[in-house]
């Protein structure tokens, strides 16, 4: 199952069946996904499985509110088995991950393949700003403000590409800091180059979360050290270079995509008190307006209403508080040894969902898949420290958070309220 894991990821990220001739158009995905589904029921039935993992019950409960969204706010049961066949490789990647992630060499692998297929991006938008082509024949978008590398796949959106590169930063530097002379020399370059596709990608959201996860980093892990002096040196260099683009794309509020992203998050809200409790169905937002949402959440409580949108928020608590909590926890002698990794990822991974809750504000990534697999990670590591630590006082859990997550989601959505109403007055 682990294996068929590794290969639905690489499927997911970097699709091969789509740019290497061998396989060209192949539906790969569809088959690997298959097989992961048949031996996740095989473990089900056979009892060798955690049913008791928070995130995989939230996950669940968040894909069947999707699926059932059109039946509930309108009768469309063909949107239903769209949904259904949507939400499948969400489902597959989250489920199936936290069943065979079950040691630190298989969350190792899962994180160098993660890395990886990055880096492959990072080399395709290298090799579109040198020669005009990359991978595939993939060209680079020529737009008003300049030129807009993209990648394959799901990440043929720049958008899509600079939130992918934003949320590996954190991975990268917490590797980078780590001591010794080799994995600063291996990962420097890969940083570098991340870093060039990401500012390549002129994306103003990827590029200002990617601040937001640089800050969340160094506050996490440089605490009265060395590291938060040159990290805050990182950020502000950061910072001076991504300036002169987003001044080239000053923001009016009267005009252009600002105008067009308040008239959505408003035509949103105004859904949200006609239909609450279901929405308006998954998929259905573009057949009552003309534009994207330009926001996950209201996306997300648009066409979900406040029951998809409750788990949603769910799961971006969970991922939140247990990732913050792992890099708090304190390494007992009884501890493993690779107990101080999960420390450090846990630092990597809340940075990592910080640079995703401040892209999503403004960018429509409420079913992004490499969040879902960060998530997944987390999970897992929660999973494996409860094995030999006693923390389960620490981690999410429904029995006690359930309230929480929902006065986070009313919260979101006053918040959300008051924000478009304050830039309608600007």
Same mark, same amino acid.
């Given at each position: ?56 019950? =939230?996950?669940? *409960?968040?894909?069947?509110? %999707?699926? &059932?969204?059109?039946?509930? @706010?309108? $009768?469309?049961?063909?949107? !239903? ?106 990962? =420097?370059?890969? *940083?570098?180059?991340?870093? %060039?596709? &990401?500012?390549?990608?002129? @994306?103003? $959201?990827?590029?200002?979360? !990617? ?106 608590? =969970? ?108």
């Amino acid at each position: 199952m682990y294996f068929l894991y590794i290969i639905y990821i690489i499927l997911i990220f970097i699709r091969p069946q789509d740019w290497v001739p061998v396989i060209l158009d192949m539906r790969l995905l569809n088959p690997v996904g298959a097989a992961l589904i048949l031996c996740f029921l095989m473990r089900f039935y056979g009892k060798r499985i955690d049913r008791q993992s928070p995130f995989s019950k =939230l996950t669940v *409960l968040f894909v069947l509110s %999707v699926i &059932l969204s059109p039946i509930l @706010s309108s $009768g469309y049961i063909h949107g !239903a088995i769209d949904s259904f066949w949507a939400m499948l490789p969400l489902l597959t990647l989250t489920i199936a991950g936290v069943e065979s992630i079950r040691s630190w060499e298989k969350l190792r692998l899962v994180l160098t393949v993660l890395i990886s297929c990055t880096i492959l991006a990072s080399v395709n938008s290298i090799l579109q700003m040198s020669r005009g082509v990359g991978f595939y024949g993939i060209m680079p978008i020529q737009e008003s403000y300049g030129v807009r590398v993209q990648a394959f796949g799901i990440f043929n959106n720049p958008n899509n590409l600079a939130l992918l590169h934003a949320m590996i930063i954190p991975l990268l530097l917490g590797a980078l800091l780590w001591p010794g002379l080799m994995p600063r020399v291996l990962t =420097l370059p890969l *940083l570098i180059i991340n870093l %060039v596709s &990401l500012y390549e990608t002129r @994306s103003r $959201g990827g590029q200002m979360a !990617a601040m937001a996860g640089l800050f969340a980093f160094v506050l996490t892990t440089g605490r009265g050290s060395k590291k938060l002096f040159w990290g805050n040196a990182l950020c502000i260099l950061f910072l001076i270079m991504i300036l002169p683009h987003i001044q080239r794309k000053s923001i009016d509020t009267h005009h252009g995509s600002e105008r067009g992203r308040m008239e959505a998050w408003s035509f949103g809200l105004s859904t949200f008190k006609k239909k609450p409790f279901a929405g308006l169905g998954y998929g259905m937002w573009r057949e009552h307006w003309k534009l994207d949402t330009h926001s996950s959440y209201v996306l997300s409580f648009a066409e979900t209403g406040l029951v998809g949108f409750y788990f949603f928020i769910g799961m971006l608590f =969970l991922g939140i508080k247990d990732s913050w909590r792992l890099g708090g926890l304190k390494r007992e002698p009884s501890d493993p040894g690779e107990f101080v990794w999960y420390i450090n990822l846990g630092h990597c991974l809340f940075a990592a969902l910080i640079v995703y809750l401040v892209a999503s504000l403004f960018q429509t990534r409420t079913y992004y898949l490499p969040l879902y697999l960060y998530l997944t990670m987390i999970a897992a590591i929660t999973n494996l420290i409860r094995v030999n630590h006693e923390a389960d006082q620490y981690f999410y859990s429904l029995e006690h958070d359930w309230m929480k997550t929902g006065i986070l989601a009313a919260e979101s959505i006053a918040g959300i309220y008051l924000f478009t109403r304050t830039l309608w007055r600007w």
